[in-house]
């Protein structure tokens, strides 16, 4: 009897000690989850709404903003507001490459952080701030509401170096574009529907808004000079050479098309419609049109806006997950654009 008790408290030992780690790792890293700052935070989702708003109110163009910085930090390695570090000694800043031309606002992002830190400090995550502002400026432009999980803290280290090995150029081909969505999990109506809100200076190198925002000239004059690419619709031409009258433009004029003439501060699926009548402005606009692999799900998009809608939610969705930091790992930055240990 004793020996099979003692058997009896041995099984159950083992049992404990093999259910133990799963359920301290969990304590210790729950990951993202749906309101992960319920206790800790309460206000943090609406606070982060309502600076979302504000800011919007005063200053339109934050919405595409907002847009471009989830794509330029989530995209790149991991989704932990990378981007928004100011250069350093050592380190330059993802902010100031040339794949971010034209990026801007980031001081906003700070203002959001000012607000949260005199209500909860040191609990809300610039990478969660990044992510959050995103969905209210995709709000606030008149798309989805886009729920999405929270719990990412913050890297420490600027990637700048690696972009190029993340970020697809406007004159790449689109199995290049495919490819590297393809690689964080996004699939080919997922890429069509970010690649329809995102591109707006140049493919994703530049990214913001396709269906919303302006492209600068600096990124069409390949296309129109020295001979306009006879893509283009010609009915388009005149607007865009009018607009382009430089063949080398200075990249600080306020030179720039309407990516969509029709409803340029609206988020929709009148893109689709342009690029399948030949009037995207960049290179890719016109692959992504006429590409086999593309042109299906861009019909599919241009004929309904629900359909555009729920691949670019579930495509957001993914980006926002892409690898972030969480538990232990990273840190809760005092300022979003300096690492603690530079504070």
């Known amino acids: 009897m004793v020996s099979k008790a003692l058997f009896f408290f041995a099984l159950l ?25 319920r206790d800790a935070c309460p206000q943090a989702e609406d606070i982060i709404k309502e600076q979302v708003k504000l800011l919007y109110k005063r200053h339109k163009n934050t919405a595409f903003s907002w847009l471009r910085n989830i794509f330029h930090d989530c995209a790149v390695q991991s989704c932990d507001a990378s981007l928004l570090l100011d250069s350093t000694r050592r ?10 031309f034209g990026m801007r606002n980031f001081r906003y992002i700070e203002t959001i952080k000012e607000a949260l830190e005199r209500e909860c400090p ?13 969905r209210e400026g995709i709000v606030a432009l008149g ?10 803290r913050d890297g420490r280290k600027s990637r700048a170096d690696i972009l ?33 809100t995102y591109i707006q200076y140049s493919l994703i190198s530049t990214l913001s808004a396709h269906s919303v925002g302006r492209t600068h000239c600096v990124k069409l004059v390949h296309r129109l000079y020295p001979e306009v690419d006879p893509a283009f619709n010609p009915d388009h ?21 309407r990516n969509d003439r029709g409803t340029p501060m ?44 729920k691949e670019f939610s579930r495509a957001i969705t993914i980006l926002s997950e892409n690898n972030p930091l969480t538990g232990t790992k990273g840190e809760i930055r005092k300022q979003c654009n300096l690492s603690n240990k530079l504070h």
């Open 164 to 196: 190029e090995e993340y970020l697809p150029d406007h004159n790449e081909s689109m199995s290049v574009v495919l490819d590297r969505f393809s690689a964080i999990g996004i699939d080919t109506p997922g890429v069509v529907a970010l690649l329809g």
């Open 13 to 37: 030992s083992l049992s404990a000690v093999s259910l133990r780690p799963a359920s301290a790792e969990n304590e210790e890293d729950p990951g993202l989850m749906m309101s992960f700052y």
């Open 266 to 309: 609206v988020l929709d699926n009148n893109y689709y419609r342009n690029i399948l009548d030949n009037k995207g402005l960049m290179l890719v606009d016109h692959q992504l049109a006429v590409d086999k692999r593309t042109k299906p799900f861009v019909k599919k998009m241009a004929k309904s806006q629900a359909y555009f809608f």
């Open 122 to 134: 040191g609990v809300v995550s610039c990478a969660d701030i990044l992510v959050l502002s995103a």
């Open 91 to 100: 380190s330059l800043s993802e902010k100031e490459t040339d794949r971010s």
């Open 143 to 152: 798309g989805p509401y886009i729920p999405l999980k929270t719990g990412r």
């Open 237 to 257: 031409i005149d607007h865009m050479l009018h607009k382009c009258p430089d063949p080398i433009p200075d990249p600080k004029s306020v030179q720039y098309v």
